[in-house]
């Protein structure tokens, strides 16, 4: 996540670490690090032991030009996904993928061109990923699956759909244009299927309650802070 929000916000970031364990019960990942303002890793610290980092970045105003509104995610209207379903995702319409969808026992098939009829479901166009305000509103109203249509640098696709799906607790469905695949990332923020090569159908188990599971670490809720960040993007103060 430290290289998009460095990038999304158009600054450079500091982030400083643990590393080793704690009262022999909580582990710490280290890797503190300093990204430039375009999220590029100046510098990188290691896992285990302390270090000292230094690297240069640049101050001044942020990259980052953002409208005084956040772009608009399109919903679907229907019934909600079921509390859990096996989805399939291609790159492209095909009957045969279709039917082999139904052979993996998918109840619900999305490919770039058709998405399913629920109001669980948005489509999101990168300049909506790439705003960490626009998809605030919509999950807090009910959606748990977003369906990006990507064509932004390949380095940075998994980046944003993983923070994404992270940090709203919802499954993100991508697919990537200039790569002609397919991804799907769950609300841990881990890739669990994708496509590639001659691989061109994949499918994943949507389960409703892992998108209800907003409490991730003792006293950290992230819908808590969700409602926060939405009261001042409503406010005009993001």
């Known amino acids: 996540m430290i290289a998009v929000r460095a990038r999304e916000n158009g600054v450079p970031l500091v982030v400083a670490n643990k590393a080793g364990v704690e009262a022999r019960s909580v582990a710490y990942c280290g890797k503190s690090q300093i990204i430039a303002a375009d999220g590029t890793v100046v510098a990188l610290a290691p896992q285990d032991g302390e270090t000292i980092l230094h690297g240069t970045v640049a ?5 980052v030009d953002r409208t005084p509104e956040p772009p608009a995610v399109t919903r679907f209207a229907g019934d909600p996904l079921p509390d859990s379903v096996r989805i399939a995702i291609a790159w ?8 082999l969808a139904a052979v993996a026992d998918a109840g619900v ?3 770039p061109h058709a998405q399913p009829a629920s109001d669980d479901v948005a489509l999101v166009d990168d300049e909506a990923m790439l705003d960490p ?5 919509p999950r807090l109203s009910g959606v748990r699956l977003f369906v990006w249509r990507a064509s ?7 980046p944003f ?13 991508v697919f990537d244009s200039p790569r002609r695949r397919a991804l799907a990332i769950d609300p841990d923020g881990t890739v ?3 496509t590639f090569g001659e691989l061109e159908l994949a499918a994943f188990a949507f389960d409703r309650r892992r998108t209800d599971a907003w409490r ?6 992230v819908r808590e802070a969700l409602v926060r960040v939405g009261h001042l993007i409503s406010t005009g103060t993001t």
């Open 192 to 194: 669990v299927c994708g």
């Open 92 to 99: 492209h319409a095909d009957p045969e993928l279709r039917a």
């Open 152 to 158: 932004i640098d390949a380095r940075w696709v998994l």
């Open 133 to 137: 305000r626009a998809l605030v509103g």
């Open 161 to 173: 759909a993983r923070t994404r799906a992270a940090e709203l607790r919802a499954y993100v469905v």
């Open 216 to 221: 991730v670490a003792p006293e950290t809720d």
């Open 59 to 63: 101050i001044g105003a942020p990259l």
């Open 109 to 111: 098939v999305i490919d």
